[in-house]
């Protein structure tokens, strides 16, 4: 074990090297945290990236572009929250891998699974899931993933990452709305021919409804639901399908309230527009996909009443409702999915996860179930070896109530938040958060950068998103003393910029 | 170890309960076997799906369509060559999880490999890879995959699946397309605006041409290059490509080279009419995609002249040439890739992986490497704890000389098939294969089905492909003696058959 872990004696040594340490809680309390041999703080001691991520880098930089790495790091030395990295310096991770480790870094419960023998064939045995699986596989996807299905959601299918499980969602999609169009009659010869020609009447044309700043994924049927930044579409053929307006909500809500439901009926008006508009062109919408905070796209919150309304425009249409939960699932919001906070009437048709679930898929209802073998399927589907890992972080989560965690650092975090905005009005806006997965807006991107750059130099690495965010994505097992030490620095930081 | 371990005794000890085994080799001789206990013959004791399986299909059942479910295996209890299912059976598996098993079952190396300490932290904390990459990434892209780099490629990207695969490839295709027709102009406003909405100019009408019964993914740009079964694409909305006829050769080969080159010539001119047409169509072509060997097609063959001519082709028109290696690579024809095979003037310009590679991507060379970051791009792009494994399988590919035995062990496996159809002319034909990649056709699909179902009764697992054929992808593990047990229970089988 000696070489994972990052032990408090390594910690203290570094500190005592006389390296800059920020936000150190006081020597008379105890930090609170889920693993002991987490980090009591940062510890940074290089410019980050460091020279040795620099050399790296133009290695890795030979073989392919590099473009989007901010650093190399040190895996065995990370531990809990903490991320190191290969010069040596130790981060509070407050992005987590694009929001995607749930319960910290050489989490003990993770290694124990990893070492269990029972386990060994798993890991290393990759089976063609759906045609071949393992025995154990209907209780894997009971303990690991039926166990917290959105509530009204009883089928599961995996996928091995999120694009996939919004591809084949959509396909699900589409599948059960030309089966209601053929009035429960078989498939004609000529749609069975042209369809492997790619043409209609057996590749009908048929869309799917997204929103402005969407971001579900970078395959081709994810690519044509995505708004994001150009960087994410400049130059592919994807096709021309209905977007409408998703809600760009003013801050405080409680300020805005008139303001925010005109918006918001804006947007559902434009949503019935564009589905009777694409109706018209003969390329009908086959269901709507949606995500509970747009996160790429800048984390834009809608309220209940949005969604709720949204729901009721798709089931007047007879189209599912399609929740890209990849980013906002599995507890960050304080509740496992974050549907859950807006008491839809009936649950969502489909709900895709991914990140933080550590395996991709999608859960959905009964009337979405391909009633043909193979029509959702490809050679993995999905990775058991990736379930053994999900089962611990779902019994974690339920044992050590983590939901009410993430419940409670959040709305510390958020108080946090609006105390620094009120404190720096002129740089700092639109607090806004469920659970730990908060956002605040900057004046520009230019500050936003600058800013991201002199937390990471204080040992707190964070992410950006849309235009002038930062987001706040950090494990499920985050206390109360790590928010002090992101508001020590972020206050340090932002003070510094004013002056 | 222990349970890990499909013991010789317990292998035995089911023989000696007088249960069916077949081909079972004289006792005077010694079986050859890359790992010793790997079994030595297949024992079925039940129907395959025996009751166990039936079970636990129906529990299956309740969550997700199973229609392709064809039994449960025991994992821990499948060894080598061998592949063990709930009820006790234990198959020799020439068909190894749709060819994604590369050495057998619990390879000692990759049981070794997944305790080593060193490798913990990679197999618990999956990196966003193309952000925050661990120090010994570049080592693992040099060790595991540029060491067996197609010659002439010297970029990777890796990704977590073969459909992914293929939709970053093409992407790559669009962005150096679109780049060229710039003339090394940045792209303008109205282009970046307009693809984020996801129109031209900055969603440009571009295509890729691919063949008849050609398959490469399940995802909407992957389906669009596929034209096999219905199953794969009915009901989905894909973009109208240019397709053109593949090859059917007639067999043997070398009674029809005339006829042969005849319909590869034709094939030739229908990819240059198809690219004429799309351009007039002002749809051009940005690239086009082969597989070697068309597998889920049916296991159909081209010469090197057609894949020569096919080079030619695409350098005249300026448009790469990308190849779909995910089931033809790692070493199955008896070359590392199968493309090479073919004697091509220059490298082909994107090679994809996935399967046996364990892990997926895309070799490139220099051009089609995107120029800025984040263009071929996701959350995970690809996953390293596979890397792990993946190492081991090609040191053990270069220690073992396992290119060589594939190279053996299919010349035997051909001449047995070439000697089947000789002796049952009316149901088989067109033996053909390189390496132990090899095919057989049969009279028809019904019979094909209820050989490969007796197979199976007597332990012998092989898969299907296209309309009338069997495929066989075995481990690169397999010796003469494995393809012994298959043509005895060949033999019994289509001479039952017969009578």
């Not at 909500?249 to 508009?277: G, I, T």
């Not at 235009?467 to 003070?495: K, Q």
Request: proline share 6%; aromatic share 8%; hydrophobic share 35%.
């Amino acid at each position: 074990m000696a070489a994972l872990l990052w032990s408090t004696k390594s910690c203290v040594s570094i500190i005592s090297r006389g390296l800059r340490t920020y936000g150190t809680p006081s020597a008379s309390k105890a930090v609170m945290k889920s693993d002991p041999l987490e980090p009591d703080a940062p510890v940074v001691h290089t410019a980050i990236p460091g020279p040795r991520s620099q050399e790296l880098l133009t290695e890795l930089g030979t073989i392919q572009n590099t473009g989007a790495v901010q650093f190399f790091v040190d895996y065995e030395r990370s531990r809990g929250n903490y991320l190191a990295d290969v010069d040596g310096n130790v981060m509070l991770d407050l992005f987590t891998q694009i929001s995607s480790v749930p319960l910290g870094y050489n989490h003990p419960r993770l290694v124990k699974a990893l070492l269990k023998e029972e386990n060994r064939a798993t890991l290393i045995n990759r089976p063609a899931l759906g045609v071949f699986p393992p025995g154990d596989w209907s209780s894997r996807l009971r303990n690991a993933l039926l166990s917290v299905a959105p509530p009204g959601l009883n089928q599961v299918q995996t996928m091995a990452c999120g694009a996939c499980s919004v591809e084949h969602s959509q396909k699900a999609m589409f599948i059960a709305y030309q089966r209601r169009q053929r009035g429960g009659q078989p498939p004609s010869p000529e749609e069975l021919q042209s369809c492997v020609e790619g043409h209609a009447p057996g590749s009908p044309n048929l869309s799917v409804l997204s929103f402005t700043n969407g971001f579900h994924g970078r395959t081709m049927g994810a690519l044509a639901v995505t708004h994001t930044k150009w960087v994410h579409k400049l130059d592919f053929p994807v096709p021309d399908w209905p977007c409408a307006s998703f809600p760009n909500l003013q801050y405080p809500l409680d300020q805005f309230h008139r303001e925010n439901r005109a918006e918001e009926d804006r947007c559902l008006d434009e949503v019935k527009e564009r589905l009777h508009a694409w109706e018209k062109k003969n390329c009908p919408v086959a269901g709507i996909i949606v995500e509970p905070i747009q996160s790429e796209g800048g984390d834009n919150h809608a309220t209940s009443y949005f969604f709720q309304g949204l729901q009721d425009i798709a089931n007047d249409h007879e189209i599912p409702l399609m929740l890209d939960e990849v980013q906002t699932g599995c507890g960050a919001t304080g509740k496992f999915w974050a549907h859950e906070h807006w008491d839809l009437k009936d649950a969502p048709d489909i709900v895709c996860f991914s990140k933080k679930m550590l395996t991709g898929g999608f859960f959905y209802k009964d009337h979405l179930r391909p009633q043909e073998a193979h029509r959702i399927f490809n050679t993995w589907v999905g990775d058991p070896s990736k379930m053994i890992f999900l089962e611990e972080v779902v019994n974690m989560i339920k044992e050590e109530g983590l939901l009410q965690r993430v419940k409670d650092t959040g709305s510390y975090l958020l108080s946090g938040l609006y105390d620094m905005q009120t404190k720096y009005p002129g740089i700092l806006s639109k607090a806004r958060g469920l659970g730990t997965y908060c956002a605040i807006d900057f004046k520009d991107a230019d500050t936003r950068d600058k800013v991201l750059n002199e937390l990471r130099q204080k040992g707190v690495h964070l992410g950006s998103c849309g235009n002038c965010t930062i987001r706040f994505r950090p494990t499920l097992a985050l206390f109360r003393d790590h928010v002090d030490i992101f508001l020590d620095a972020f206050n340090s930081v932002i003070g510094g910029l004013k002056s």
